[in-house]
């Protein structure tokens, strides 16, 4: 009776509608937030479709271990059309919920003190969906030089400010092993130097774990 409900829905709307409701009734708010609502044993969903393009989603839904062999998450076995508007749903995830549609690190206030506003950056736009609460990485991950996400809790010792900011940009294609992305693409230089400028204040009396 859900599916055939969930067919019927999916059929009379469009496809980002049907994929909401897709993602409501497949559960998958049980593991993801979105918008402050869900739960958090996965990553927070509300700016997915800031921080990832739609091919990428699509890859993920198909196959989430290809893209990450360690994940928790299971493959959905979604059919063709049901994951195409999933991930039209996802690619609209892009912090529209906020006020006046206004991404949250542009708040009154935050672009006279860098390093706040990176640490928004750093929460919303998708850092710590890998690198985890306060750079602390550690987290497995195949397409990460030695399999796991490394920590940024002493990139201060690493990197001068130009340097970070210059592998925030670039990502990967600032060194072949590395899997980053490349922020530069997503986010303007301000925001590059403001990540730069919050990742440099990390690690202050924490043990150091596998680096950046």
């Not at 993801?32 to 996965?42: D, L, M, P, T, Y």
Request: proline share 7%; glycine share 14%; net charge positive.
């Amino acid at each position: 009776m859900r599916t055939a409900l969930l067919s019927v829905l999916l059929a009379a709307a469009p496809a980002s509608a049907g994929g909401r409701a897709l993602f409501d009734a497949s559960g998958c708010g049980a593991c993801h937030a979105v918008g402050g609502k869900g739960g958090n044993s996965g990553p927070d969903l509300s700016f997915v479709g800031f921080r990832r393009s739609a091919s990428w989603l699509d890859g993920w839904l198909r196959d989430p271990h290809a893209v990450k062999a360690a994940t928790l998450m299971p493959r959905p076995g979604l059919s063709d059309g049901d994951r195409r508007g999933l991930v039209e749903y996802l690619a609209s995830l892009q912090g529209a919920d906020a006020p006046s549609g206004a991404r949250p690190w542009d708040a009154p206030g935050l672009a006279a003190d860098p390093v706040a506003r990176g640490k928004v950056l750093y929460a919303k736009a998708g850092c710590v969906a890998c690198h985890g609460p306060a750079g602390a990485g550690g987290q497995p991950n195949a397409g990460a030089k030695g399999g796991l996400i490394p920590a940024l809790t002493s990139v201060a010792e690493t990197y001068t400010p130009d340097e970070l900011a210059e592998k925030v940009r670039r990502g990967s294609r600032l060194e072949a092993a590395s899997s980053m992305p490349a922020w530069g693409e997503k986010l303007d230089d301000s925001e590059v130097r403001a990540v730069a400028a919050y990742l440099l204040t990390l690690g202050a009396g924490k043990p150091r774990g596998e680096q950046w």
